[in-house]
């Protein structure tokens, strides 16, 4: 029951981070920008969305007992807090990269409980 409740946390979270994700993305088209410059220039939306993406399709698997839920869920939260790495080494404000690290090392928190916890 708790991994369970876990995986909805993680599904929830990932909701959260595609939201996060895409509101600037539409912003920056919606200013006459194209889809491909707003993802690929730099690639960080692009990174920011496919890792939410998979961090909570791993939280639904989880949800509903499904096999490799803590691993997609796992990949999700890695690739996120690589973002905010690749965002830090890149040289760009701490202020910029600080959230994505934060938040993806919550998410491998998250994924650490999940993978512990036995599957009912």
Excluded: K, N, Y
Aim: charged content about 10%; overall charge positive.
């Amino acid at each position: 029951m708790l991994r369970r409740v876990a995986g909805l946390v993680m599904l929830g979270f990932g909701l959260w981070l595609i939201w996060d994700g895409i509101r600037p993305v539409l912003l920056i088209v919606e200013r006459g920008s194209d889809l491909g410059s707003a993802l690929l220039s730099p690639p960080t939306s692009a990174i920011r969305i496919v890792s939410s993406i998979v961090m909570a399709f791993g939280g639904l698997l989880v949800l509903l007992s499904a096999r490799f839920g803590a691993t997609l869920a796992t990949i999700g939260s890695v690739l996120f807090a690589v973002l905010g790495g690749l965002m830090a080494a890149s040289g760009a404000d701490s202020g910029l990269w600080m959230d994505e690290v934060l938040f993806g090392m919550g998410a491998i928190a998250l994924s650490v409980l999940i993978l512990t916890l036995r599957r009912a």
